[in-house]
């Protein structure tokens, strides 16, 4: 990989080159990309919304042909019969978050699912009831972390202890992790962090992080909003307590379609994980036979209380399509070089005054990055979306882009650094 990062060329005819001998070149054509005047988009925001899948539109007419034809008897009847809707997404989402099938289960959305998997796994007790999280999370999972406190009766100011980068730093060391970990280590009940920081792209050692919480007798959970799809996880291997993600961010399943969660192995055997029921997560054998009594399944569909929000699931079903046909391990050697070509452009335009906030180690990010502009930030960000390149600004001073692997180009990359080289701000 070393050799071919030498070798990065501020040259168009180079990011040519370059998408020629790209082994998922093809995967792009399978999206559609918003326009700019007749030609498409650049588009640099996958990490906030994912492009539509072109087959999309197929696979929600054919649920729409089925419940026309059906009716009620779609459940049982349709081409992808509706009672089982959510299963038709356990196998490839099990491989992208490097679980069980038992372990993960589409459902809900993300703030919800991170509730009511808390509802499950942060059962503080007056003496661990402490929370670890990241200082700087999204806003959601701040407001969640501080309503679950209350809800046990606790005041959110001495039961949530935020990590935030040290003075002059933008990124959190594992060292502050551990440290606030050791030291509030008896009464800890979880620590709860991102896998990818949404503003700075930080990746945490997920790893590193549950044996630390582990050793200190708490849970560990992950908002993986920003990992899944984009970094190679093993949420089993790892001991991840339990997990939630949306999917469309690089999941590209449309807005606010349905979310996901995994839960541990150890915890679906456990007879005491307490879970919030519905008739959706009961034993599905027993289900129709409405009785009283609930018996959760053997695995993580028994967090389910509904049924499956069909309409909310067909796009994902279609974007899974393109990522069941490439692995990880080509998605991350893309996702490597492309944001590390993003990265020596960018460090050519020293005439914009920013700095690039998020880690230049590779194993520290994903396929993200942030640009921390002390000046004129806003006046760059108008001239990207001036020449057709879809960005994403953050206040104050932040443009955030997102070479997306799976379909973003070396040429997209070098479209916007020249963009940006010729914007006389
Ligand atoms: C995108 C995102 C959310 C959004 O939550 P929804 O419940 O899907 O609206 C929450 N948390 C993080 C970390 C995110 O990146």
Redesign the pocket.
């Known amino acids: 990989m070393q050799e071919k990062e030498n070798a990065y060329k501020m040259t168009q005819r180079y990011a040519k080159e370059m998408d020629h001998s790209d082994a998922l070149a093809s995967c792009r054509q399978q999206f559609l990309f918003p326009k700019h005047g007749k030609k498409d988009a650049i588009y640099l925001c996958g990490n906030s919304l994912g492009l539509q899948p072109k087959e999309a539109k197929t696979l929600i007419e054919q649920e729409l042909n089925d419940w026309a034809k059906y009716g009620v008897e779609g459940h049982f009847e349709a081409k992808n019969p509706w009672f089982a809707y959510h299963t038709f997404f356990t196998e490839s989402l099990a491989k992208l978050v490097g679980a069980t099938n038992k372990e993960v289960v589409a459902m809900n ?3 919800v699912n991170l509730h009511l998997l808390m509802l499950s796994f942060y059962r503080p007790s007056k003496q661990r009831y402490k929370i670890i999280m990241e200082a700087g ?2 806003p ?2 701040m407001y969640a972390m501080e309503t679950q406190a209350k809800l046990h009766g606790f005041d959110p100011a001495d039961a949530i202890i935020e990590i935030a980068p040290r003075a002059g730093e933008h990124c959190i060391r594992l060292s502050d992790i551990e440290d606030a970990i050791q030291k509030n280590k008896s009464s800890l009940a979880l620590v709860m962090f ?1 896998g990818v920081n ?1 503003y700075t792209g930080q990746y945490f050692d997920i790893e590193k992080i549950v044996q630390m919480t582990h050793d200190a007798g708490a849970l560990a959970g992950f ?1 993986l ?2 990992a899944i799809g984009n970094k190679a996880l093993h949420l089993h291997d790892w001991k991840v307590d339990f997990a939630c993600w ?1 999917s469309y ?1 690089y999941l590209n399943s449309g807005p606010g379609a349905v ?1 996901g969660a995994f839960v541990h192995e150890k915890h679906i055997k456990n007879k005491n994980t307490f879970r919030l029921a519905g008739w959706w997560g009961h034993d599905a054998k027993t289900r129709f036979k409405m009785k009283k009594g609930f018996k959760p399944m053997q695995s993580a569909e028994s967090w389910q209380m509904s049924n499956a929000q069909v309409f909310n699931m067909i796009a994902l079903r279609a974007s899974l399509n393109i990522f069941d046909q490439v692995s990880m391990q080509e998605l991350a050697d893309k996702s490597y070089h492309l944001t590390a070509y993003a990265e020596f452009l960018l460090k050519q335009l020293t005439h914009l005054k920013f700095e690039i906030i998020t880690p230049s180690n590779p194993a520290e990010r994903g396929c993200q990055l942030s640009l921390l502009f002390k000046s004129k930030g806003k006046e760059v960000f108008k001239a990207l979306q001036e020449n057709g390149v879809i960005a994403d600004w953050r206040e104050p001073n932040v443009i955030r882009i997102a070479p997306v692997p799976l379909y973003n180009s070396y040429q997209d990359i070098y479209a916007m650094y020249k963009i940006m080289k010729d914007c006389n701000v």
């Open positions: 959305t993300l703030t999370a999204f959601s999972d991102g949404y908002d909003a920003h949306c961010k979310g």
